[in-house]
């Protein structure tokens, strides 16, 4: 019988040396200047207080995404692990929360637009909008 052996575990990190003003407890954040491949997000989305996890993350998502890209519940259960029914469900969270605008559009059956905002904000029209194709109105 051949012996396996097993992959060596990953070498540790070094230690960081601490900013003297570091916090003692709870998280120190290391901050890397991009200059491409990223997406600003405010914190009224990031810590919203009435939104999951998986809202949060969708909605983080699909601002990162280019305007036209589909956010369908078909289109997102293909890029994520999530099901339709927890996609869905986040998809509902944030149009509750005004993060997500699902209209019909006059070029197609079913658009949804990104505000990049909370409702309750100073209005401002929909940065994002996507059509979906016939065959998805039924999701």
Do not use: W
């Not at 901050?31 to 996890?53: D, F, I, K, M, W």
């Not at 029914?85 to 509902?92: D, E, S, W, Y």
């Not at 197609?108 to 909008?129: E, F, I, K, L, Q």
């Amino acid at each position: 019988m051949p012996t396996h052996q097993l992959p060596k575990p990953p070498t540790p990190p070094a230690p960081l040396a601490l900013p003297p003003d570091a916090p003692r407890a709870g998280i120190l954040h290391l901050r890397y200047r991009h200059t491409e491949r990223y997406t600003v997000v405010g914190n009224h989305l990031a810590q919203h207080p009435r939104l999951s996890a998986v809202a949060i993350g969708f909605g983080v998502y699909i601002q990162s995404l280019p305007d036209g890209a589909p956010v369908t519940v078909k289109a997102l259960t293909l890029r994520f692990l999530e099901g339709e029914v927890t996609v869905a469900k986040a998809l509902r969270e944030l149009e509750r929360e005004g993060y997500l605008v699902r209209q019909r559009v006059p070029a197609g059956p079913v658009g949804t637009a990104d505000p990049v905002g909370p409702a309750d904000s100073a209005a401002r029209p929909p940065r994002h909008v996507c059509r979906a194709p016939s065959s998805l109105l039924a999701r």
